[in-house]
């Protein structure tokens, strides 16, 4: 017999191949209709410090903002520690979805409106380029990077999101907020990085169905 589930799980959310309709994936997340979406989706724990992604939303709970609701997909080890963290501090802001397919990676980027990435502050993972920073950018997602080093550089040339020094809450809470009461500006990040997602196709975010193909093309799929 298997492990019994943890009823602090939320339901297993599956998703077969690119077909994937946004629409529905975003019904699925259980997101309301019209929020802001903050994706983080990856690893919990060793180098990405998804922690202060989900200190970032508790001050938007305290501030009363319900509009800006945060996905957070993977696993790790930390997982735990920060769902107990957001059912202590009551974020009911924060899903946490497990993991996802491969194929289903293009249409859970799409479905987001930016997309949050956060290393450690660590010398030597300033030559760290995370894979998911370059797929986020070819679904042509505004980027908020919590980081030093090549990945900053990246960002930053190709002004394809906002940048913010690692493990700082308050400035990742900034940065979202920005592209909330920016829309244009955000879909303009989203549309300059697009072409640097869609460069690093071959290496670092070739499409599951078709590799070395870009994830999504410069665009995002689906609905805005």
């Known amino acids: ?12 959310l599956r998703a077969a191949g690119s077909g994937v309709e946004v629409a529905n994936l975003r019904a699925k997340l259980g997101v309301a ?15 990405k410090d998804t922690r202060w ?5 508790a001050r938007f709970k305290r501030e009363g903002n319900e509009r800006v609701q945060f996905v957070v997909a993977g696993d790790g080890n930390e997982r735990r520690k920060l769902q107990d963290f957001a059912a202590e501090n009551g974020l009911s802001n924060v899903r946490f979805v497990g993991s996802f397919p491969k194929a289903a990676i293009p249409a859970l980027l799409s479905a987001a409106d930016c997309v949050v990435i956060a290393l450690k502050s660590l010398e030597f993972l300033n030559g760290t380029l995370p894979r998911k920073m370059f797929e986020a950018m070819s679904c042509a997602k505004p980027v908020v990077l919590a980081a030093a080093g090549e990945a900053e550089e990246v960002v930053r040339n190709a002004e394809g999101g906002i940048v913010v020094p690692p493990e700082n809450t308050a400035r990742i809470h900034d940065a979202v907020m920005s ?27 070739s499409h599951p169905e078709r590799p070395g193909r870009p994830l999504c093309g410069g665009r995002a799929i689906g609905p805005a």
Do not use: K
């Open 1 to 12: 017999m298997g492990a019994r589930p943890d009823p602090r799980d939320p339901p297993r």
């Open 33 to 47: 209709p019209g929020a802001f979406r903050v994706l983080y989706a990856g690893t919990f724990g060793m180098f």
């Open 53 to 57: 992604i989900v200190e970032a939303a």
């Open 179 to 205: 592209l909330l009461t920016n829309p244009e500006q955000a879909r303009a990040r989203g549309r300059r990085g697009g072409g640097v997602g869609t460069d690093h196709a071959p290496a670092q975010n």
